[in-house]
């Protein structure tokens, strides 16, 4: 865990030290059984040819979309945290910056002379 | 059997050049010193104790700092080569093969071995003590990014002895950075080199995000925080998002060099260019990560020395978040040329002119800082008025670039040259400067001389423009980077011979330094006060040096300029606030591992680098025992009595 130099114990200490517990046993236990749920899904499905084409693409994003979702809130405690939310913030910066990796890298190489 | 030998030593180290073996009889001779003058002063468990295993922020800082300055003498005494070589039409001072080399190696070290580490030295030494806080937030995490840091730049460095420096410039484009155009070694080094001691600077970035958001003193909200705060802050989150882009570029280079994948390659349906648009997506926030530090550093300096409140706290808070969010949007500016049309080049020049506008605000900042100011022309002051100047001409010449159809003339030339040497020797590398001598007497307890530091400031200013205004002349003139030499019908010749006087004032300029501290060191007289220059901000209401636990009783800051309130009130007679009683201080424990892991990584790199798994395989197994120890060590922390902080005090505050 963080090493709190200045944790409550030092000389007053700072508010911020006192950590809600991360989850409890029932709530590992159903994201571990959702995001099991969720990736049997998507393997059964084309493993079993079950869906194709267009079908199959969106079974997968949908599910994988899902399973970040558990995995957020399950295992990274996205929703327990108090204000401000930092981690909340650090996260859609993230994902602002990453669909410009991706949209910005697609429209910069599709536009690109030199590549067709 | 000794034939074998031989050949193998004449591949493994690099031969051929008196350069080299030069070199080689000199670090071979600063190797035995050092070990001679440890064993003789019998100094090894010092060394170990006090140093290799600190987790200490302040001893940290000052080993980044000491590091970072060697590396800018590496980097200098590169970049006088090439200076010499371009000196004169057709001079036959460096073969081209060795040219390329170094303006590789100068590269990479002065921005990723110099500028990085001179950064977070100085976020080191000031974060903790500027927010009133014991430690930074993971005081082991930040031992393990310093030593990452410091065995992946000694993996690169060595590749100028052993096995032959990397050649394809400082961003390694593909193909020439392939294997289908660089076999050797070289381009591994750079490789893992930079890898290793990146993931260091990731860690670094989330250490003094959380260090920052979490463990300032009491009382002091975000728009309290002094602006050196606020500038580390927002490099910082650029770092974390700017810096897995590297990574993972370098990463795919990597399995394209080792596992033979296509995805730069010209052949099997690889892109090159499409290295070049993810390197920029790092290489352009990183820009700004080195530069926007140097901006908190001239808010501190500026403020402390014109006696004066920042101008505009909450336009520059603005400007600085501003601009390391605008940085991830405008990194198409470094391949306007690449043939992606006018839609998205004419997206990618308006973002760049947009950057410019926050960057104009805090010029008029800090004029208007010093506007009326009582101004004290000490050493710190003296570089910020220097960097003013300069580096709106950078910035202006910066937006000439970004007009994408102008570029076409502009880009790979000496005008490019010489505006990024603009922006990053007179912002970045003056800025630092300042922030050293500003904070030296916090780290030491002494300043360091005056006299000398003017000269180094004059030689170093004057140096700049003599050496790199002529380049954008030269640029004009068509003298595009990375040639090795020119002929006499080119007509550059003079220029070239002016810049090359320019750089090697420059050089003499960083004598002067050296000379300086040196000087400081044996006849400077201690600071007693540790207010040596009337500061504004809490790092000067503690004793310099400042003791381990930094704050013996945490301050309250509820205001903006913390401890110039309090000076402001004691003057008037006002008593301190009471202080609470002191109380037993929880500080982390030395440990060695983050010395040894890092080791491990620089083994297990020179296995990939060499691709011998037996010297591979060991140093990753390293790495994981480290880690299992690591995760088993329950006795990490350990208090400090009340009875030993009063001590400690009293010895600190006794001559006050
Ligand atoms: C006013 C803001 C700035 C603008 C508008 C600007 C614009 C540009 C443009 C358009 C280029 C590409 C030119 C070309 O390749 O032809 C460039 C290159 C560069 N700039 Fe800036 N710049 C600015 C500030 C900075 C700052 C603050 C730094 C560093 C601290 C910096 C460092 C660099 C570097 C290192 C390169 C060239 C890298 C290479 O090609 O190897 N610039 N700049
Ligand atoms: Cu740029």
């Not at chain 2, 930079?194 to 003094?208: A, H, R």
């Not at chain 2, 901006?295 to 706290?313: D, H, Q």
């Not at chain 2, 440990?591 to 020179?606: D, H, L, M, N, R």
Request: glycine share 10%.
């Amino acid at each position: 865990m963080a090493q709190q130099p200045n944790g409550s114990h030092g000389a007053g200490g700072h508010g911020h030290s006192s950590h809600k517990g991360h989850g409890s046993f029932k709530s590992y236990l159903i994201g571990f059984l959702l995001s099991i749920v969720l990736t049997i899904i998507p393997l059964v499905a084309i493993l079993k040819d079950l869906v194709e084409g267009t079908a199959a693409l969106v079974v997968l994003l949908v599910t994988a979309v899902l399973q970040f979702i558990v995995q957020l809130l399950f295992f990274m405690h996205l929703n327990e945290e108090d204000k401000p939310r930092y981690n909340l913030m650090t996260l859609i910066f993230g994902l602002v910056i990453v669909l410009t990796i991706v949209a910005g890298s697609i429209w910069i190489m599709t536009n690109n002379a030199v590549a067709h | 059997m000794f034939e074998k030998i031989k050949e193998f030593a004449s591949e493994f180290f690099v031969t051929g050049d008196p350069l080299i073996y030069g070199a080689d009889v000199g670090i071979a001779l600063t190797l035995i010193s050092i070990v001679v003058v440890l064993t003789y002063f019998k100094r090894w468990g010092w060394l170990w104790r006090e140093w290799l295993t600190s987790v200490d922020h302040k001893k940290i800082g000052i080993m980044y700092i000491i590091a970072s300055l060697l590396m800018l003498f590496r980097g200098g005494v590169d970049a006088l080569l090439m200076r010499t070589q371009l000196a004169m039409p057709d001079m036959q001072f460096l073969e081209p093969e060795h040219y390329n080399q170094i303006f590789t190696t100068h590269g990479v070290i002065m921005i990723l071995f110099m500028a990085m580490p001179l950064m977070f030295g100085l976020f080191n030494i000031v974060i903790p003590l500027q927010i009133g806080a014991r430690d930074v937030a993971y005081p082991f995490l930040n031992s393990l990014s310093f030593w990452l840091f410091f065995w992946g730049a000694m993996l690169f460095n060595m590749s100028f002895v052993i096995g032959g420096s990397p050649n394809a410039g400082w961003l390694a484009y593909p193909p020439l950075s392939e294997l289908s155009h660089s076999p050797g070694v070289g381009q591994d080094f750079y490789i893992w080199g930079i890898q290793i001691s990146g993931i260091g600077s990731l860690m670094t970035g989330i250490n003094f995000i959380v260090t920052i958001l979490k463990m300032r003193a009491p009382g002091m909200k975000l728009m309290k925080m002094p602006m050196f705060t606020w500038s580390t802050l927002s490099s910082c989150i650029t770092i974390i998002f700017a810096f897995p882009i590297l990574t993972v570029t370098l990463a795919l280079l990597f399995l394209d060099r080792y596992l033979g994948a296509h995805f730069f390659t010209l052949d099997g349906g690889g892109n090159p260019m499409m290295y070049i648009n993810l390197i920029w997506m790092w290489g352009h926030p990183e820009v700004y990560i080195v530069v926007l530090p140097a901006f908190g550093i001239f808010s501190e300096i500026v403020s402390t020395f014109s006696r004066k409140k920042l101008f505009g706290y909450k336009s520059m808070v603005f400007a600085l978040m501003s601009i390391s969010f605008f940085s991830f949007f405008t990194w198409a500016h470094h391949f306007f040329t690449m043939g992606s049309g006018a839609n998205v080049n004419a997206f990618f020049a308006i973002t760049t002119m947009i950057i410019a506008i926050p960057t104009g605000v805090k010029v008029f900042n800090w004029l208007f800082t010093m506007f009326r100011g009582r101004i004290s022309y000490k050493s710190p002051m003296l570089w910020t008025m220097g960097f003013i100047p300069c580096f709106v001409v950078g910035g202006m010449t910066g937006v000439l670039l970004s007009v994408a159809p102008a570029d076409f003339q502009f880009h790979n030339s000496y005008f490019l040259i010489a505006h990024f040497h603009q922006v990053l020797i007179g912002g970045v590398a003056f800025g630092y400067f300042a922030g050293l001598y500003y904070w030296w007497p916090k780290m030491f307890g002494f300043k360091l001389n005056e006299k000398l530091g003017k000269w180094a400031f004059w030689l170093w200013n004057i140096g700049f423009y003599v050496c790199f205004m002529p380049q954008y002349f030269l640029g004009l003139d068509g003298m595009t980077r990375r040639v090795s030499s020119y002929g006499w019908d080119m007509g550059w010749g003079p220029l070239n011979l002016v810049s090359t006087i320019g750089g090697f004032l420059m050089g003499i300029g960083f004598l002067f330094q050296v000379w300086q501290i040196a000087h400081s060191i044996k006849f400077m007289e201690r600071d007693t006060t540790g207010d040596p220059w009337n500061g504004r901000t809490l790092e000067w209401s503690i004793p310099s040096p400042a003791p381990v636990y930094n704050f013996a009783t945490l301050p309250q800051a509820t205001e903006q300029d913390a401890w110039w309130e309090e000076k402001q009130r004691r003057e008037q007679g006002q008593k301190p606030a009471a202080q609470p009683p002191l109380e037993p201080i929880h500080m982390p424990r030395n440990s060695g591992i983050p010395f040894i892991k890092s080791f491990c990584w620089f083994v297990a790199g020179f296995g990939f680098v060499f691709d011998w798994l037996w010297i591979a395989i060991p140093g990753l197994a390293g790495v994981a025992i480290c880690m299992l120890i690591r995760s088993f060590t329950y006795n990490t922390d350990y208090y400090i009595p009340v009875d030993e902080i009063k001590r400690t005090e009293a010895a600190l505050r006794g001559s006050v």
